[in-house]
T-cell receptor
């Protein structure tokens, strides 16, 4: 596709359930980022993948959060035993090579609601 | 902790020039990125750099630790959230975002 694709666009789940969010970056982009936006707050960095390097997981808020990426393609963000405070929009972004000045291309996000 | 600061709201009349200010405390950050975000859509990069620059109706001013986004001839359709971001330190070079500025445009 032409842009970054995320699925599902909306997810409603019950507290304690696991959820998996998917991101398809732009083809050829080696860098992939996950961000979270909670209601009324700014974009919060979660995790960063760059090529075959070990991912930077420094933004993950707890060990209930994990993410994987297969090569330079699809990434999944998994949240185990969801809590109400996990409710947010989860945004994925990709860029060509992961250097500082590169333009990030964002997906439209997944709205996660934990009841 | 590295932080980026911007006002939570700005209001303007249609046709005016709007200024959204941003400053940061991120060491070794020399660039600013300004993003536009309509809820439910993907954030879009408006302008970026380490010097004053312009992209269409969007101007960016630059100082070492601060920047302003200027929107010329603002329209009602410009009402959205504007994010300021700066690159962080370390190997990931991820952007640190401000909390966003909600722009309200009055007719």
């Amino acid at each position: 596709g032409a842009g970054v694709s995320q699925s599902p666009s909306n997810k409603v789940t019950e507290k304690g359930k696991d959820v998996e969010l998917r991101c398809d970056p732009i083809s050829g982009h080696t860098a992939l980022y996950w961000y979270r936006q909670r209601l009324g707050q700014g974009l919060e960095f979660l995790i960063y993948f760059q090529g075959n390097s070990a991912p930077d997981k420094s933004g993950l808020p707890s060990d209930r959060f994990s993410a994987e990426r297969t090569g330079e393609s699809v990434s999944t963000l998994t949240i185990q035993r969801t809590q109400q405070e996990d409710s947010a929009v989860y945004l994925c972004a990709s860029s060509l090579g992961g250097t500082t000045n590169e333009k990030l291309f964002f997906g439209s996000g997944t709205q996660l609601s934990v009841l | 902790k590295d932080q980026v600061f911007q006002p939570s709201t700005v209001a303007s009349s249609e046709g005016a020039v709007v200024e959204i200010f941003c400053n940061h405390s991120v060491s070794n950050a020399y660039n600013f990125f300004w993003y536009l975000h309509f809820p439910g859509c993907a954030p879009r990069l408006l302008v970026k750099g380490s010097k004053p620059s312009q992209q269409g109706r969007y101007n960016m001013t630059y100082e070492r630790f601060s920047s302003s986004l200027l929107i010329l001839q603002v329209r009602e359709a410009d009402a959205a959230v504007y994010y300021c971001a700066v690159p962080g330190c370390g190997s990931a070079r991820q952007l640190t975002f401000g909390s966003g500025t909600q722009l309200t445009v009055l007719p």
